[in-house]
């Protein structure tokens, strides 16, 4: 499943890493987890020197590491906007972009804390790490949730409209628009008749290949072509095959095989669509036509 569209959003990326920010040194300044190791000070243990070492610097530590948190939580989400400009990701995408965004922002915290209080750099990173984990689970978490709230609401809001204007005949939509339905009459799917290319059949699905951002998508819908059949008829879709719909518009040329009429479709990994001798005659006299 794809992520929210609102993560692709400038505000949205600079709006979360504000809030961590903050979130980071409020968190610091009101509680400073030790683990249990504030007891052990008299130890000898790293992690027990480091917290009260901490105790000691904590406006200068603090104010450095928010610094760090700062540059390299702004730079991981803008090479984020910039890879997914042409490509959205998927959640599990996301997550492992977040896992590695907190990892390198620890790293780099741990760096200066083992450089400023002179400790060995793999001794101090379990406790780094864990510290900063444990911080950042929370506004991260929140972030995602608000996002996905927001982005729900924008979906919720588009149908809502959708359903209005069919329901009060409203056809802002355009005329060349398909409003594709279900079998229980149920709006699934609105698009630009050019975006078209085929209607395939399935059972008693149907699946609509259309274009979205130079990319082509399925979709599948419970309905049969029989019950869509006055709708692409209305839209200049022809019927080329038993199992097909297609847009002539979409077809490069039409070739004559050794077992039947194939139509070529303008669309790269597109399979050729077969067209039967009994739409035959139909077929060709429309698409040359469109000549």
Same mark, same amino acid.
């Given at each position: 499943?794809?992520?929210?569209?609102?993560?692709?959003?400038?505000?949205?990326?600079?709006?979360?890493?504000?809030?961590?920010?903050?979130?980071?040194?409020?968190?610091?300044?009101?509680?400073?987890?030790?683990?249990?190791?504030?007891?052990?000070?008299?130890?000898?243990?790293?992690?027990?020197?480091?917290?009260?070492?901490?105790?000691?610097?904590?406006?200068?530590? &603090?104010?450095?590491?928010?610094?760090?948190?700062?540059?390299?939580?702004?730079?991981?989400?803008? =090479?984020?906007? =910039?890879?997914?400009?042409?490509?959205?990701?998927?959640?599990?995408?996301?997550?492992?972009?977040?896992?590695?965004?907190?990892?390198?922002?620890?790293?780099?915290?741990? =760096?200066?804390?083992?450089?400023?209080?002179?400790?060995?750099?793999?001794?101090?990173?379990?406790?780094?790490?864990?510290?900063?984990?444990?911080?950042?689970?929370?506004?991260?978490?929140?972030?995602?949730? =608000?996002?996905?709230?927001?982005?729900?609401?924008?979906?919720?809001?588009?149908?809502?409209?959708?359903?209005?204007?069919?329901?009060?005949?409203?056809?802002?939509?355009?005329?060349?628009?398909?409003?594709?339905?279900?079998?229980?009459?149920?709006?699934?799917?609105?698009?630009?008749?050019?975006?078209?290319?085929?209607?395939?059949?399935?059972?008693?699905?149907?699946?609509? &290949?259309?274009?979205?951002?130079?990319?082509?998508?399925?979709?599948?819908?419970?309905?049969?072509?029989?019950?869509?059949?006055?709708?692409?008829?209305? #839209?200049? &879709?022809?019927?080329?095959?038993?199992?097909?719909?297609?847009?002539? #518009?979409?077809?490069?040329?039409?070739?004559?095989? #050794?077992?039947?009429?194939?139509?070529?479709?303008?669309?790269?990994?597109?399979?050729?669509?077969?067209?039967?001798?009994?739409?035959?005659?139909?077929?060709?006299?429309?698409?040359?036509?469109?000549?």
């Amino acid at each position: 499943m794809k992520i929210p569209k609102s993560i692709y959003t400038i505000k949205s990326n600079i709006t979360f890493v504000v809030c961590l920010v903050a979130f980071v040194m409020l968190f610091a300044i009101t509680y400073t987890p030790t683990y249990g190791l504030a007891e052990e000070a008299d130890d000898l243990t790293v992690g027990a020197k480091a917290v009260t070492l901490w105790y000691d610097h904590q406006g200068l530590c &603090l104010s450095i590491c928010c610094a760090i948190i700062l540059g390299t939580v702004a730079i991981s989400r803008t =090479l984020l906007l =910039l890879t997914t400009r042409n490509a959205r990701i998927h959640e599990g995408e996301y997550f492992l972009w977040q896992l590695a965004e907190v990892a390198v922002t620890g790293l780099f915290c741990n =760096l200066f804390l083992s450089l400023y209080f002179h400790f060995a750099y793999f001794h101090l990173m379990p406790l780094t790490l864990l510290i900063y984990i444990s911080v950042a689970i929370f506004p991260y978490s929140i972030y995602w949730l =608000l996002i996905e709230r927001i982005d729900r609401d924008l979906r919720i809001a588009a149908a809502q409209r959708t359903i209005m204007e069919l329901r009060h005949g409203n056809d802002t939509l355009g005329s060349n628009t398909l409003r594709f339905v279900d079998d229980k009459g149920n709006v699934k799917l609105i698009v630009s008749v050019d975006r078209v290319v085929y209607i395939e059949s399935a059972g008693n699905y149907v699946t609509i &290949l259309y274009e979205n951002n130079h990319r082509m998508v399925r979709y599948s819908l419970r309905n049969t072509l029989k019950n869509i059949e006055e709708l692409c008829a209305s #839209h200049s &879709l022809v019927r080329c095959h038993r199992s097909y719909y297609i847009n002539l #518009h979409r077809v490069k040329l039409l070739r004559k095989e #050794h077992d039947g009429i194939y139509a070529e479709i303008d669309a790269e990994g597109v399979n050729d669509i077969p067209v039967s001798k009994s739409y035959a005659p139909e077929v060709m006299q429309r698409f040359s036509s469109l000549q």
